[in-house]
Nanobody, 122 residues
C-alpha cells in the first residue's frame, strides 16, 4: 500500500552532480524523518543524510559540504542533491521514511525505496 519510488541515479564522472528523488505514495497519515542511506558492494549500509519534518538535517562526515538533503512535504518527496561526486560515493542509494499509515494505532513504520545505483567514474 505504501511505497517509495526512487529516481535520478546513473553514471557520472568525478566532480559531477546528480539529484536523487524519492516519492512516497499510499494511504499515508504522516511522514516523520526521511533519509538516504547507501551501500557499496561488500560494505554495510550507512546513513548518508536525514531530514526531520521541521527541516533539521544531519549528514555523514564523508558527504558534508557536498550533499544536500531536502523535502517537499506537499509532494511527500525527499531529495538528495549530490555535488562534487567522488568514486568513493559509488553505491546503491536507498530512500528511507518513517510513516504513520491511516488506520494505524500510533504504529510508526520504517519504509525503504527500491534503491538507485550511483556510479562515479574517475
Amino acid at each position: 500500500q505504501v511505497q517509495l519510488v526512487e529516481s535520478g541515479g546513473g553514471l557520472v564522472q568525478a566532480g559531477g552532480s546528480l539529484r536523487l528523488s524519492c516519492a512516497v505514495s499510499g494511504s499515508i497519515f504522516s511522514i516523520s524523518t526521511m533519509g538516504w542511506y547507501r551501500q557499496a558492494p561488500g560494505k554495510q549500509r550507512e546513513l548518508v543524510a536525514r531530514i526531520t519534518l521541521g527541516g533539521g538535517t544531519d549528514y555523514a562526515d564523508s558527504v558534508k559540504g557536498r550533499f544536500t538533503i531536502s523535502r517537499d512535504n506537499a509532494k511527500n518527496t525527499v531529495y538528495l542533491q549530490m555535488n562534487s561526486l567522488k568514486p568513493e560515493d559509488t553505491a546503491v542509494y536507498y530512500c528511507n521514511a518513517d510513516i504513520l499509515r491511516y488506520g494505524a494505532s500510533r504504529n510508526w513504520e520504517d519504509y525503504w525505496g527500491q534503491g538507485a545505483q550511483v556510479t562515479v567514474s574517475s
